[in-house]
């Protein structure tokens, strides 16, 4: 598409709104040409699970944040709690628009330009779940369609989280008040989450690139900064700092997406995003994912590979279910090696090998889905299941079908469609409610209880996942997309050549 066709579209965009928008995308773009016929079928499924769980939060819980599944009602014990933040309908627009749900996706857009605000909310929310979820899915929007509305409420949010980094060092705090403008740490502890401070580059970064407003990348790029500068012992990145003073928490490190996992996900993905030009990113990630490598994973006696927690130095043997992202993480990692081709397949081959032993989660329970956190103990047997101390619930998480989708994408083993498609029938089999999708209490009591919460992560990551995982590789291919922490697909950068790396331009991509 020249530019000439580009302004063209954009005009036709504004003049016949965004429900025509889907009309042109599927018949000029065709995306229909997406539908891999193989498995047309399961991708109609996973589509159909979208479009009830949908439905039943549409009807029983709309403008709430997430629906109780079972009863048919708001579940009001989310990250934001009762407040009318719509986080379930944000969450999903991407899903929405990617399946060519019209109606619903009309819905939802609607929703966002009429009713979303966060003006009369006085009350403590988390940073991160606003930057991921509601900033990351309203810049996903804009990144597709091109539409106003989404640039003007992601700034909007982005302006509201300006006042968390109010701290000596600039490091951000953990929750703010959109009404009184003031920032907290979390309730638990007065470190933030080392994860969550470092996974928020990539929405300020295309914020800034889209709107032209230099400001908001430089906050972010300073939090990297101190990282970067920062002693770290061992050479590694404990999971809590304190914004005030710098300095690092308990010597606990781990791969989860809010922990040390966190903040390789977002250099990594910086780096992706930028074109593969942000080096300091890059080199980031490559010395850190080096020391998660020699320090915390490991062989189980069952020979399942896995990725342990530190603390203190001494070595957890279990996993989160939440950790799973990292099979993905490492074998998307893989491309950073490029001039190391052992470096490279080494890295793949983990990614491989996690995949692995987090799909071992699931199929050693009477359920087939995996618990929230599983150990890798002696008895071979027992390698990949969760004991008392451990949750034997499951959320509805994304975490392993991510995995799957990103090494389909690198291999096309026919097996991480094989095991995605298990993954469906079981939540078709055991999370299906009246009103949409439940998680479990127990993974390993097939009569035991639901809990009842349809999380907007089901919608906005798990079923999406799945969708692309049953779908060609041209629909969000990852060449020209990298999904945020929550899942919301945002363009690889457009480089000038003329200017390369000095002049940016805003890559609304309309053929997804």
Wanted: hydrophobic content about 35%.
């Amino acid at each position: 598409m020249n530019a000439k066709q580009l302004l063209q579209t954009i005009l036709l965009i504004k003049t016949v709104g965004v429900f025509s928008l889907v009309n042109i995308q599927t018949k000029k773009f065709g995306l229909s040409g997406h539908i891999d016929w193989r498995v047309n079928s399961k991708r109609e499924k996973v589509k159909e699970m979208m479009k009830f769980a949908w439905k039943g939060y549409a009807e029983n819980a709309w403008g709430f944040n997430e629906l109780n599944s079972e009863l048919g009602v708001p579940h009001n014990e989310s990250v934001f709690g009762s407040h009318h933040i719509g986080l379930s309908i944000i969450d999903s627009l991407d899903t929405l628009f990617i399946m060519g749900l019209k109606e619903e996706y009309e819905q939802g857009r609607k929703w966002v330009a009429d009713n979303f605000t966060l003006d009369n909310i006085d009350d403590y929310l988390s940073v991160y779940e606003l930057t991921v979820r509601i900033a990351g899915g309203l810049l996903s929007m804009y990144a597709m369609t091109g539409d106003d509305v989404y640039i003007t409420q992601s700034e909007y949010v982005i302006r509201k989280l300006l006042p968390a980094f109010n701290s000596s060092m600039h490091i951000p705090h953990a929750r703010i008040n959109p009404a009184a403008k003031k920032a907290a740490p979390h309730p638990w502890t007065p470190e933030s989450l080392l994860g969550e401070i470092a996974s928020l580059n990539m929405e300020f970064y295309y914020t800034s690139e889209i709107t032209g407003h230099r400001k908001y990348r430089p906050i972010v790029h300073h939090v990297r900064d101190q990282l970067d500068m920062l002693f770290k012992p061992r050479d590694m990145y404990p999971d809590y700092i304190h914004p005030r003073t710098a300095l690092w928490g308990p010597l606990k490190m781990s791969m989860g997406p809010k922990g040390g996992g966190g903040l390789y996900e977002g250099m990594l993905k910086s780096w992706l995003r930028s074109n593969q030009l942000d080096d300091q990113a890059r080199d980031l990630y490559m010395k850190a994912i080096h020391q998660v490598i020699n320090s915390m994973v490991g062989l189980s006696f069952g020979g399942l590979t896995y990725v342990g927690e530190l603390s203190n130095f001494h070595v957890i043997r279990r996993m989160e279910h939440s950790t799973c992202f990292a099979g993905g993480l490492i074998a998307l990692g893989s491309q950073a090696f490029y001039n190391d081709s052992r470096l490279e397949a080494k890295h793949l081959q983990l990614g491989k090998d996690l995949a692995l032993s987090c799909r071992e989660s699931y199929r050693r329970s009477a359920t087939g889905l995996g618990p929230e956190s599983f150990q890798f103990d002696s008895v071979p047997r027992e390698d990949a299941t969760a004991r008392e101390s451990d949750s034997k619930a499951y959320r509805l998480r994304p975490d392993v079908v991510e995995t799957y989708l990103i090494l389909w994408r690198l291999t096309h083993d026919q097996k991480y469609r094989d095991w995605g498609w298990e993954v469906v029938e079981a939540l078709e089999k055991y999370c299906r409610t009246k009103f949409g999708f439940a998680g479990l209490q127990n993974v390993y009591d097939p009569k035991g209880p639901r809990d009842g919460v349809q999380g907007s992560h089901f919608l906005s990551e798990t079923l999406k996942f799945l969708y692309l995982l049953f779908s060609k590789d041209s629909l969000l291919p990852l060449k020209k997309w990298v999904f945020n922490t929550a899942g919301h697909p945002l363009p690889v950068r457009y480089i000038n050549n003329k200017f390369r790396g000095s002049q940016l331009k805003p890559y609304v991509h309309f053929s997804i």
